[in-house]
């Protein structure tokens, strides 16, 4: 069985930087996607970010490219998603969830496995 879980979340100034990860076990396939995911107060749940283990490939929402980036550490079986220059519009829980694609910004319909959030707050 398949399970992720993420933490990492805090709270953070404006401009400032936070690490989420994202552990995950039971993941036997060579071929899948890690993919992160936020939904703010009161808004839908949008990708932010992700990676197909295969060959490495990434994407990143409109957003948040240039101050987030992900990555891996194969060795820990953990994702990280880096999250730099924090804005007060990242204010949201975010999601780390396992699927098969990630050939563009992550769409919650092709991820199939999440782990629960971990909430991020950035005051300005």
């Known amino acids: 069985e398949v399970q992720l879980q993420a933490s990492g979340g805090g709270l953070a100034q404006a401009g400032g930087s936070l690490r989420l990860s994202c552990a995950a076990s039971g993941l036997t396939e060579d071929d899948y996607a890690i993919g992160w995911f936020r939904q703010a107060p009161g808004k839908e749940r949008e990708g932010v970010s992700c990676?197909?283990?295969?060959?490495?490939?990434?994407y990143y929402a409109d957003s948040v490219k240039g101050r987030f980036t992900i990555s891996r550490d194969n060795a820990k079986n953990t994702v990280y998603l880096q999250m730099n220059n924090l804005k007060p519009e990242d204010t949201a829980v975010y999601y780390c969830a396992a699927g098969i694609y990630c050939i563009g910004v992550p769409d919650i319909n092709e991820y199939d496995i999440w782990g629960q959030g971990t909430l991020v707050t950035v005051s300005s």
């Open positions: 990676f197909t283990n295969r060959d490495g490939r990434k």
